[in-house]
T-cell receptor
Framework: GQQLNQSPQSMFIQEGEDVSMNCTSS?????WLWYKQDPGEGPVLLIALYKAGELTSNGRLTAQFGITRKDSFLNISASIPSDVGIYFC????????????FGTGTRLTIIP | EPEVTQTPSHQVTQMGQEVILRCVPISNHLYFYWYRQILGQKVEFLVSFYNNEISEKSEIFDDQFSVERPDGSNFTLKIRSTKLEDSAMYFCASSQGGTDTQYFGPGTRLTVL
């Protein structure tokens, strides 16, 4: 089946640093989404990307939909303590196929 | 802001028992989903539901699983005879259109003993 590989698996950074994570696939996705999950809670949507090459920002977050439709990255600038959590990319492959395929996740930890 | 709600937040059951997990999707959404997440792993798709029928299901969604929209607001997942490996967080999600953004509920933690 389709797989989304995220890297890195985990990150340990200091408050104020910028963060970059990405997601790659061997197959094409037509929609890319980035979610954040806090412990014991459901994924919360951060950014949605609908067109190849699209670059979208949401506050300190910026995400891009790769030209090949097989990758996406998420950047977080000037990290703050509440950015701690697990970040998942997710993709929808075909129109009419609504299921989300989730990535393996990147766990972000901020060192005080 | 409208949100997806789920009950209960935590369900503990004995192996072999039936459980029903409940969800209230966002009111003007037409597509409904169930996903599960085994502890420490990624979120996995179970089933999608549109126009009162299943539109897609994964290999995880075997004969022990069923979904229902019993009225205009609830969407349920039933596991007929729970197994130990069914222990996981179960998330309900909904979207307006088939490829629109899916919004997730807070999840039900199912523990099978």
């Amino acid at each position: 089946g389709q797989q989304l590989n995220q890297s890195p698996q985990s990150m340990f950074i200091q408050e104020g640093e910028d963060v970059s994570m990405n997601c790659t696939s061997s197959s094409i996705f037509n929609t890319w989404l980035w979610y954040k999950q806090d412990p014991g809670e459901g994924p919360v949507l951060l950014i949605a990307l609908y067109k190849a090459g699209e670059l979208t920002s949401n506050g300190r977050l910026t995400a891009q939909f790769g030209i090949t439709r097989k990758d996406s990255f998420l950047n977080i600038s000037a990290s703050i303590p509440s950015d701690v959590g697990i970040y998942f990319c997710a993709g929808i492959s075909n129109f009419g196929n609504e299921k989300l395929t989730f990535g393996t996740g990147t766990r972000l930890t901020i060192i005080p | 802001e409208p949100e997806v709600t789920q009950t209960p937040s935590h369900q503990v059951t004995q192996m072999g028992q039936e459980v029903i997990l409940r969800c209230v999707p966002i009111s003007n959404h037409l597509y409904f989903y169930w996903y599960r997440q085994i502890l420490g792993q990624k979120v996995e798709f179970l089933v999608s539901f549109y126009n009162n029928e299943i539109s897609e299901k994964s290999e995880i969604f075997d004969d022990q699983f069923s979904v229902e929209r019993p009225d205009g607001s609830n969407f349920t997942l039933k596991i007929r005879s729970t197994k130990l490996e069914d222990s996981a967080m179960y998330f309900c999600a909904s979207s307006q259109g088939g490829t629109d953004t899916q919004y997730f509920g807070p999840g039900t933690r199912l523990t099978v003993l």
